[in-house]
């Protein structure tokens, strides 16, 4: 079946904008998870959802990121008023359960944001 | 809270020579240990996995680890790398009522012919 996939692959944006990330987790997936991975910073836990339960946001770095996830399948993530610092390449990765650190989380191929 | 480190940034290795990439961690409670390779221009893809059992977990393209509680790592080795080997590779923790992963900076694999 298919994998976990998001779009934009790439998006080069100007500073003060605001941009929309998208993940399609895989098919029956309850739990998807939203990761950051930049120079110096490495992989950094954003955002998680699980069913119909509130979503976890502890890693967000600062109220212009937010994320919904809609249906309980696909999922937006969005930068509004983008900074230079927010470069990164945005992984979304989901897994069948999510409720235990025993779920092998299934990453997609990322989307390379670069602000200018 | 767990945290991870990974003791080599690079490691250039020859064809058909043995590597080993080290991870050490840091939790105060019982973990599950994952190393991650990945490709240029992919996604993460999960090499194996410790969550109980055996302290030695084989997994995909002839990579294996070892659970060290005593000394908090979990070392990934190949006795035979190939080019395609070639690729940055992650050791990440979650524990059992943490469903986030924790992850190292990452070791980037380069190997010649």
């Known amino acids: 079946g298919a994998g976990v996939s998001q779009s934009p692959s790439n998006k080069v944006t100007e500073k003060g904008k605001d941009v929309e990330l998208r993940c399609d987790p895989i098919?029956?997936?309850?739990?998807l998870y939203w990761y950051r991975q930049s120079l110096g910073q490495g992989l950094e836990f954003l955002i998680y959802f699980q069913g119909n339960s509130a979503p976890d946001k502890s890693g967000l770095p600062s109220d212009r990121f937010s994320a919904e996830r809609t249906g309980g399948s696909v999922s937006t993530l969005t930068i509004q008023r983008t900074q230079q610092e927010d470069s990164a390449v945005y992984l979304c990765?989901?897994?069948?359960?999510?409720?235990?650190?025993?779920?092998?989380?299934?990453f997609g191929p990322g989307t390379r944001l670069t602000v200018l | 809270a767990q945290s991870v480190t990974q003791l080599d940034s690079q490691v250039p290795v020859f064809e058909e020579a043995p590597v080993e990439l080290r991870c050490n961690y840091s939790?105060?409670?019982?973990?599950?240990l994952f190393w991650y390779v990945q490709y240029p221009n992919q996604g993460l893809q999960l090499l194996l996995k410790?969550?109980?059992?055996?302290?030695l977990v084989k997994g995909i393209n002839g990579f294996e680890a070892e659970f060290n509680k005593s000394q908090t790592s979990f070392h990934l080795r190949k006795p035979s790398v190939h080019i395609s080997d070639t690729a940055e590779y992650f050791c990440?923790?979650?524990?059992?009522?943490?469903?986030?992963?924790?992850f190292g900076a990452g070791t980037t694999v380069t190997v010649r012919a």
């Open positions: 990765a989901s897994s069948a359960s999510g409720t235990s650190g025993i779920d092998e989380q299934f």
């Open positions: 098919s029956g997936h309850t739990a």
């Open positions: 939790s105060s409670v019982s973990v599950y």
């Open positions: 990440a923790v979650s524990g059992s009522n943490d469903y986030k992963l924790s």
């Open positions: 410790y969550l109980s059992g055996s302290t």
